[in-house]
């Protein structure tokens, strides 16, 4: 059934859009959630942020039911199919504005906008309000729905493709845009930014490493993977199947890639800084080299670590001292899976620079051998220099990772891993000197553990790679 809008058209930069009427009934039937279309399986698919339905329904429901004066802006509303026709109408024949004739920026602004009732609608922008509304008019709120409220009208700017403009290219735009109206409006999270944005390349990429990667990728619903927590927050609980989150997998490929080329003339074709290149899509070309490199870095420090395929719920128990079947390993804690990469990168740039060569010649067995050390250092988060340092015991004599005086306690443990690994030569004053790295390791100790102290040096010394 054709549908019918009075409409003012307008453009800005690309975008052709149309500013329209709609029912708060109108909203509520026709306007979507991309999930009632397409379920929230594909990160590629994603167009909206996740709902806050308590949100919705209460707060803003609330607003709507019981504010007299209640008014919203304009909802952002994409438009697929339904073949869109603009029909403008002139309104130089008529008298009174006969002084306008001639201005064709009026003669084109006003007209009709159709559609052939195959189209689609989403809520681009203004999905919690759409919810509220929804909420009332099918009366699935606590909320009394207020007399005429459904005949009530709202303003609705719709988006539409481009003529001859593919769905798929379409859709990366509408993602864009819905990147650039929370961005310079209100923040996204950082799990949004991640799984909306169509500019930054180390989003792109890392959503492109959860779908194809072989060792992130898990099944169809991209949102419930076995690897990668796909929830807002860096960390992952202890009791987690997940071996990281997608928060801190966007850090560590940002890490993976800054290659010394990068870190010393900038990324991209500009060789812009990391903060400038982010804002702006490269061209597919760059993407895509960007990906292969990333596919490779992690392809290498899996074949150096196949520990990080083991199962993440056996391997991140604290207590796995007095426990049977399980460890305490810690690569699958986020806040080391950082100081993992770093040392990767570092060992990556050492073999470029022996070989003189660039990040995309070295081959995946010569960069596997390069980070072979990596195999080396004691990961168990029981012995040292992780045990008594970065896990420490509680009141009641269990264990956890600590969180008082976490960043002294992660460059302790950084200094000693990069002795260990031979990336610095530390003289013996650095190492048992007064303010030397055992000194700055002791101070951080318990004083229940002084007994452990001698034979914990021990082991951190004897992992030292000569």
Known sequence: MTQIYPAIRAKMGRWDYFLVRMTMRELSENVKFAEEIHGPTLLSDAIQRQLNKSRARDQIASYLANHEDRFFNSLVVAAMEGEPQWYPVSIEEIPEFKILSGDRKLSE???VLTFNGEQTYYALDGQHRLAAIRSIVEGDSEFTEPSGFRNEEVSVIIVTPRMLEATDEFKIRYRRLFGHLNRYAKSMSNFENIVMDEDDAIAIVTRRLVTEHEFFRSGSN?????R????????VQPASNHWTSLEMLYKLNGQFLMTPVRRNRGWGASNE????????????????ALADELFHCWDSLITALPVLREDPEKMRDHNADTAEGVEDHVLFWPVVQELLVELARELLDEELSRRSVDADELELPAAARALQPLSTVVWSAHRPPWRHLLLVRTEEDD?????????????VAQRIVRWQLGLDQLSEEEITGRMGLRSAWRELLPLDAVHEVDSMWS?????VRV
């Open 109 to 111: 602004a006003f007209g």
């Open 228 to 235: 990668v927590k796909m929830s807002p927050g860096a960390n």
């Open 399 to 411: 264990w956890r990772i600590a969180n008082e005086d976490r960043k002294p306690r992660l460059r």
């Open 273 to 288: 800084r990391l903060k400038e290149f982010i804002r702006f899509r490269p061209e597919e070309e760059e993407i895509d």
């Open 459 to 463: 082991e951190i010394e004897e992992a």
């Open 222 to 226: 991209q949102f419930e993977s076995s």
